[in-house]
């Protein structure tokens, strides 16, 4: 038998073991109230598995009343007590962002917790600790577990958990869930668990403290967190905490509301932000007299080249060479030029769409109906020919690319790095993550702003993305455009980031508010699985082109009714003053009518004419439809998240701009006498 | 599964709604709850390929 099938077997016992405990002991101790034990902390610390690790196999999943959050829930006994433990939801912080974490003090505000184990990642104390604060200022029962202490101590880090523990006036646990150790400890302090009299106290400056003693004073119903959390959260003015006051302190609510509003009008910055930076102090001091680091030189090839990649000095190179070799070499000198040669001229334009065009127009004798099946827009000759010779080489090439990233744990390591620039320009380094999900698809992007904290982020992060960021396959093909004008393409990038920059940095000043900090995870860093990236490659394909032959075949069936009834050469008409302002031939009129659909079916419009243009009209033609409009799915995502009046207003802003740029693009270039 | 961009576990069954940005809505990607990074379940038709590529395998 091998060793795998016998520790299956040692484990299967094992558990089975544990099932039949947790069933005789259920049994036995039905009729005694188990105390209620809440695992909270931020994501990827291990409360799953320490959860896991106390209740055996025994747990329940449901979702949170009201919700569709699941939280799980599991048993254990210690001795003759019995405990009933729950696993919140990951959280960051009490002043929730996501629902997620609005769940977790949900649970906090509304139950009452006989023990709460805080779990942090040992590895990241110092960022960790300010919600441990926050606990201890909620005056919970609160044990601190140092989770994953075997990483901990690989990267040198070392803990005076006695000190800490004096410090904080809580019970100081070092674990290692992985592999159980510590967790006998913590047993036994769950067992004797009683709460001490002296414990840490932020203190805020005095406008806060007094507003505190006052709001405090108002508040007269019991509620499972202190007053003192009660008041700081309200002075955060958070929704839930308002509600539950409102509810149950409903007459001195008013004033509970005029103080709040009396005290955030005596602080230029939003209060959270002001606590936070508070918390990060006291986090920051406990951190640097009971945590010593020693330089190791053992330092894996991973982390070596983990720390290359988020320093800018080196990871803005490494940076430009992955998009040197990996976009403009493989993407667009390979993808767009070899691949799609064969695969549009060769095979399309030489065997298969002469053979569809004879059939089609030997068999049908409606040329209305020819025209829509193989003419000018036709459903095969625009909309299979462009997704299928034109988008697919360039995006599977581009999806081989981004998924090696992805799986060797770049992206997370470049949105580190990018975090620098964005604090600049007045966005949080959480921003970084619509962004990133920008370059595969803006309409999901664009959702995901709602995480950021202020409606300023938002609608920046918004703007950013609208105007910006090119999505996977327009920016596939933009690359694959200018692949035959290298010049034109560098051009194309450092526009870019300037306006990235400009437009960032402007709506940051008209918009001011504080720069929030940026909490990410970061994986390690691993070489590529071959399997794995061909898979994920595979599956991003199958997956795009089932979304886009249909789209392109009901955009082709939309141009070819608007040629029909001459509804078309109208709109061609209409723009082509703004084409011609911006030195742009006629025949890119359909580009950007195909981009408004979808931008990815515009840039592909583009690199069909390519051959007819400059090298400086393809510049400006590829600037104009990557800040051009945004397609109608992202269009329809932003009017759900932003409301009708600011998403037309950006839509609005975002044409005008584009065309503008465009202009002053042609007419810097022109004048110069540049050729590209 | 674990996410790509954030290290984010979670389980499949936790993950973020749909945007309903595109045609139809009936997207089954799986959306990461702690950052909305996507990804795609396996295709059906790759699913088949893998478990025959698997059969031959284990065949030979």
């Given at each position: 038998m091998s060793t795998k099938i016998k520790n299956w077997f040692k484990y299967y016992k094992k558990d089975q073991k544990v099932l039949k405990e947790n069933s005789k002991l259920k049994s036995k101790s039905d009729s005694i109230e188990s105390k209620k034990i809440v695992l909270l902390g931020n994501?990827?610390?291990?409360k799953s598995m320490l959860f896991n690790q106390l209740t055996g196999s025994y747990v329940t999943v449901s979702n949170y009343p009201g919700t569709t959050v699941t939280v799980d829930r599991g048993k254990f006994n210690i001795g003759a007590e019995k405990f009933e433990i729950i696993d919140s939801p990951g959280m960051?912080?009490?002043?929730?962002?996501?629902e997620e974490e609005r769940i977790s003090k949900l649970m906090l505000l509304e139950e009452d917790t006989d023990i709460l184990i805080h779990v942090v990642d040992a590895k990241n104390l110092e960022r960790m600790l300010p919600l441990t604060l926050q606990l201890i200022e909620a005056n919970l029962p609160i044990i601190l577990v140092l989770n994953m202490m075997d990483e901990a101590k690989k990267v040198g880090t070392k803990i005076n958990y006695s000190k800490l523990e004096k410090q904080l006036g809580i019970p100081v646990v070092p674990t290692t869930a992985a592999t159980g150790q510590g967790l006998d400890l913590l047993r036994e302090i769950i067992g004797n668990y009683h709460k001490k009299d002296k414990i840490f106290s932020v203190e805020y400056n005095e406008v806060i403290e007094g507003a505190v003693d006052k709001i405090s004073g108002l508040i007269q119903s019991k509620y499972p967190i202190s007053k003192r959390a009660l008041s700081l959260l309200l002075l955060q003015e958070d929704g839930d905490v308002k509600k539950l006051i409102k509810e149950n302190d409903g007459s001195n609510y008013e004033k509970i509301m005029l103080v709040v509003k009396e005290t955030t009008s005596q602080?230029?910055?939003p209060l959270n932000y002001l606590f936070r930076l508070r918390l990060q102090k006291n986090a920051t001091e406990l951190v640097s007299s009971t945590l010593k680091t020693e330089k190791t030189d053992k330092l894996s090839w991973g982390e070596k080249v983990s720390r290359l990649m988020i320093n800018p000095v080196t990871g803005i190179p490494i940076l430009l060479v992955i998009m040197y070799f990996?976009?403009?070499?493989?993407?667009?000198?390979?993808?767009?030029g070899d691949l799609v040669d064969l695969v549009e001229?060769?095979?399309?334009?030489?065997?298969i769409n002469p053979i569809v065009t004879d059939f089609v127009v030997n068999n049908i004798p409606f040329v209305a109906l020819q025209e829509l099946l193989v003419?000018?827009?036709?459903?095969?000759?625009?909309g299979v020919t462009y997704a299928t010779a034109i988008i697919l080489p360039i995006v599977g090439t581009f999806f081989l690319i981004f998924s090696i990233m992805e799986d060797s744990g770049y992206l997370p390591r470049l949105a580190m790095l990018i975090n620098r620039v964005f604090n600049l320009i007045?966005?949080?380094?959480?921003?970084v993550i619509p962004m990133v999900l920008g370059l595969g698809c803006g309409s999901m992007a664009t959702m995901v702003?709602?995480?950021?904290?202020t409606p300023r982020e938002r609608t920046i992060a918004t703007i950013l993305l609208a105007l910006t960021i090119p999505c996977a396959a327009q920016l596939g093909v933009i690359f694959a455009v200018l692949a035959g004008h290298p010049s034109a393409l560098w051009l194309w990038v450092v526009i870019m980031l300037l306006l990235y920059v400009i437009i960032g940095l402007t709506a940051s000043k008209l918009m001011p508010g504080e720069n929030p900090t940026f909490y990410m995870e970061i994986p390690p860093l691993r070489l590529p699985r071959p399997t794995q990236v061909l898979k994920k490659t595979y599956t991003r394909l199958i997956w795009y082109f089932k979304e886009i032959v249909p789209l392109f075949i009901l955009i082709s069936i939309i141009l070819w009714a608007l040629s029909l009834t001459g509804i078309l050469n109208m709109m061609i008409a209409l723009i082509t003053p703004v084409i011609t302002a911006i030195?742009?031939?006629?025949?890119t009129a359909e580009t950007f009518i195909l981009g408004f659909f979808r931008r990815d079916y515009g840039a592909a419009g583009l690199y069909d004419i390519?051959?007819?243009?400059?090298g400086v009209q393809l510049l400006v033609s590829a600037v104009v439809l990557t800040l051009f409009m945004p397609c109608v799915a992202q269009f329809m995502v932003m009017t759900k998240e932003r409301g009708w009046k600011i998403s037309l207003l950006i839509a609005g802003f975002v044409v005008t701009f584009a065309f503008t740029i465009g202009f002053v693009l042609n007419w810097v270039l022109t004048t110069l006498g540049v050729v590209l | 599964m674990k996410c790509a961009l954030c290290g984010y576990d979670f389980d499949e069954t936790k993950r973020l709604e749909i945007c309903?940005?595109?045609?139809?809505?009936g997207c089954k990607k799986i959306r990461c709850p702690n950052c909305g990074y996507e990804t795609l379940p396996d295709p059906e038709i790759g699913s088949k390929i893998m478990k025959f590529l698997k059969k031959l395998k284990k065949e030979a």
């Open positions: 994501p990827n610390v291990g960051y912080s009490l002043s929730s962002i996501t602080f230029r910055q990996g976009l403009y070499q493989f993407v667009g000198v390979f993808g767009a001229s060769t095979i399309f334009g030489e065997w003419g000018e827009y036709g459903i095969w000759t625009l007045g966005l949080s380094g959480r921003a702003t709602r995480t950021l904290e030195g742009l031939p006629i025949e390519q051959s007819t243009l400059t | 309903q940005g595109c045609l139809g809505s």
